[in-house]
């Protein structure tokens, strides 16, 4: 157990629906970080959250939003889904800026059909 | 933009020593650091380097030089549980990861 919590670990839907995956960080650790992997790519950042504010944005499509609560835990939000979107979805979260090395859950496997 | 380059699958043989080469291009650079992920599994933190030189950790080591954009992993004493792919990853205000190199290791 890394400590990062992500749910759900699986996720079927249909095209065009909305979900929401959710992470909670490491204890303690207050950035947050979201990436989406794909069949045999790498992992494609989308977007980073510390202390509960938005820090970076990568390729992130706008039918995708994710926030930062509170309490540090993350949403992350994927709306009009399509086929395309099917991948693994993966958290991590660092104590500060990250750039030494993040912490990654065990993901959500979505599958859209 | 940034880039980073490693080559999509390596094979080796158990017990044998194997390199992974990265090279990057990036505008903003803090480190290079590589991640193990096996199949179906979250990647997982193998190494950190912001320094020119070779950094140790067991049957890992990782080296970087700044001036060529490059680093590399190099695995000893394989075990047939070092079968994964291996990212590369280069820090900036975010880590950005290459696509990733698969070891084969044979018996």
């Known amino acids: 157990d890394s400590g990062v919590t992500q749910t759900p670990k699986h996720l079927i839907t249909a095209t065009g629906q909305r979900v929401t995956l959710r992470c909670s960080p490491r204890?303690?650790?207050?950035?947050v970080y979201w990436y989406q992997q794909s069949l045999d790519q790498g992992l494609q950042f989308l977007i980073q959250y510390y202390n509960g504010e938005e820090r970076a944005k990568g390729n992130i499509l706008e039918r995708f939003s994710a926030q930062q609560f509170p309490d540090l835990h993350s949403e992350l939000n994927l709306s009009s889904l399509e086929l395309g979107d099917s991948a693994l979805y993966f958290c991590?979260?660092?104590?500060?800026?990250?750039?030494?090395?993040?912490?990654f859950g065990s993901g959500t496997r979505l599958t859209v059909v | 933009g940034q880039s980073l380059e490693q080559p999509s699958e390596v094979t080796a043989v158990e017990g044998a020593i194997v390199q992974i080469n990265c090279t990057y291009q990036t505008s903003g650079f803090y480190g290079l650091s590589w991640y193990q992920q096996h199949d179906g599994g979250a990647p997982t933190f193998l190494s950190y380097n912001a320094l020119d030189g070779l950094e140790e950790t067991g049957r890992f080591s990782s080296f970087l030089s700044r001036s060529d954009s490059y680093g590399y992993l190099l695995l000893q004493e394989l075990q047939m549980k070092d079968s994964a792919s291996y990212f590369c990853?280069?820090?900036?205000?975010?880590?950005?990861f290459g696509k990733g190199t698969r070891l084969h290791i044979l018996p």
């Open positions: 991590a979260s660092s104590g500060d800026r990250g750039n030494y090395g993040y912490t």
């Open positions: 990853a280069v820090s900036e205000d975010k880590i950005i």
């Open positions: 204890s303690g650790d207050l950035s």
